[in-house]
């Protein structure tokens, strides 16, 4: 197999992981000091956020992909996530240069890293399963392993970081309590704790990758026995088939949520679906209870996601596109990927839907890119927004005194503030008075 000319988990690779940690460490300390001391003046608050994304995500994935990627594979892939770090940072920090400081998001950091960390941990789980099966479309087993493999080193991090600092506190604790806070000084120092914290990471990442066999082995068996979830999710999501009246909503918020509940249905059984076929079809012999049970959740699924189309017009004839209405609209391209590939698999294969993986690569790869598209210029769901509700106050789908101008002031960022300055210096039209008071009400508002 070509993974077998990768070199297997040695003190060298220990050493090359440690090394990893510290450069990240050192990098995260520097811009930690140039934000907090200044003694490196970088006041380019774009530069700061490109650089911080770049120290933090680069290491993490070289710490994953090292000893499990080739050379080769390994430091192009560094490359273009570096450069995706240096482009979604920068346009993190843009997308809210116009909004003054004291009326930006506190929580918008949350916005940009939770989907960037889901956007790599899919793109180097389709990088390492295509490097070690030298295709872009691998197969199941080696997608299996390549994914789990991936949560444990991450999770055992966690953990490791989690356990380790609180043992640190305890011990600090203790020791104030006979008033000796040394220790507590020390831990609280930047030099200190970073490294620390990024040394913990790397060693947790060591031993998950020196013992996979065991972590595959133990997954497999929870997985046999969480597949029979499938039989307890699939009567929820027929209740929103047959009885669709418990999710209309009348108000703006419940229409979403119903879309959201409609969506995150359809992902549960997507997942369910794949759960007895993640090792592959050669190495499960599922019961046949569950393979019909499988074969008929395909068709379910695709019943949702058509379902949610239907919501997902009528938010948008009744409200536009709103910042969340596009995340949906993205969820629900990804989701609708996977319920056309599944049906044509299971027309084509039957019950035993042969040909899941390739559904799967194809749904995660669009998934990479439309969350890049998201998180950059070209599809900024606030940008999108902004514009698409400015055209509708123009064009007189709504009434100047029922726009929803807070919208443009709390979800459009820079580009609902900029909207909001000229709409409120406007001067010419029949409301032209109405729509300057609202919009500089709105930019007043708290």
Partial sequence: MASDTLPKPTFQLTAIRLSISLVQGAAVWLLYQSRHSLFWSTTNEELLSSLLATAFFVPVLALAGAGNLRPKTLALWLVCAASLCLWLGWHAIFRQASVPLDRRNDFAWVDFYVPMIGLFFVAHALVASADKS???????????????????????????VGTLWSMLHLCARLLQSINVGMLTDVITTSWVWIPVTTMTAAVAFD???????????????????????????????????????????????????????LLGIAGTLIFLINVRNLQGDSRTNPSRVLLYARFTTVFLVLCLVIVAAMRLRTMYVQFGWLPLGV????????????????????????????????????????????????LSPVADPARLSVANQLNRLASGQVAPDKFDYLMLRYEGVRYGWQALERLKGRQEGADALLISSKAAAALEAE
């Fill in 134 to 160: 030298r295709h872009v479309i691998a197969d199941t087993a080696t997608y299996f392993e390549t994914v789990w493999k991936q949560v444990a080193q991450v999770a055992f991090a966690c953990a490791l």
């Fill in 207 to 261: 031993l998950a990758d020196r013992h996979t066999a065991p972590i595959l082995a133990l997954v497999e068996r929870l997985l046999r026995w969480f597949s029979w979830l499938l039989l307890l999710a699939v009567p929820r999501a027929l209740a929103y088939l047959i009885f669709p009246a418990i999710a209309e909503h009348t108000l703006p918020w419940s229409a979403k949520y119903g879309i959201v509940d």
């Fill in 327 to 374: 995340i949906l609209f993205v969820w629900w391209l990804v989701l609708a990927c996977h319920a056309i590939g599944y049906t044509m698999t299971a027309v084509r294969s039957g019950i035993r839907l042969q040909g899941l993986a390739a559904v799967n690569a194809v749904s995660a790869m669009g998934m990479v890119v439309l969350t890049i598209a998201l």
